[in-house]
C-alpha cells in the first residue's frame, strides 16, 4: 500500500527483482535453480506493468533492471525500485 499522496517517481530508475517460487515437493537431486515455466521475462513484465503509472510514470523510465528467480521455502516478490543516478 502506498502512503496517501504518494506521487510517481520522475526521472530515471532502477529495478531489482526477486521471484520466490515454492520449492517443489519432489526436485530433483542437484538442482537449485528454478529451470522452470513461466520465464522470468514474464515475470518482469507483469510487476513493470503493475507499477506503471503508480509508482513511475511510465516503463520507460526503467534504465536499469537485475532480476532473479530462485526457490524459497516463502513464495513471494521482493521489489526494490530506485532512482538512477
Known amino acids: 500500500m502506498l502512503p496517501h499522496g504518494w506521487v510517481p517517481a520522475k ?3 532502477r529495478l531489482q527483482l526477486r521471484f520466490y517460487l515454492a520449492k517443489p515437493k519432489t ?5 537449485t535453480a528454478p ?11 507483469l510487476v513493470m506493468d503493475a507499477l506503471n503509472e503508480l509508482v513511475y510514470s511510465d ?3 526503467i534504465v536499469y533492471i537485475e ?10 516478490t521482493e521489489i526494490i525500485l530506485e532512482y538512477a543516478e
Open 35 to 45: 529451470i522452470v515455466r513461466p520465464d522470468i521475462d514474464n515475470y518482469i513484465k
Open 11 to 13: 526521472g530515471a530508475v
Open 27 to 31: 526436485m530433483p537431486k542437484g538442482r
Open 67 to 76: 532480476a532473479h528467480k530462485m526457490y524459497s521455502d516463502v513464495p513471494g
Open 59 to 61: 516503463d520507460s523510465q
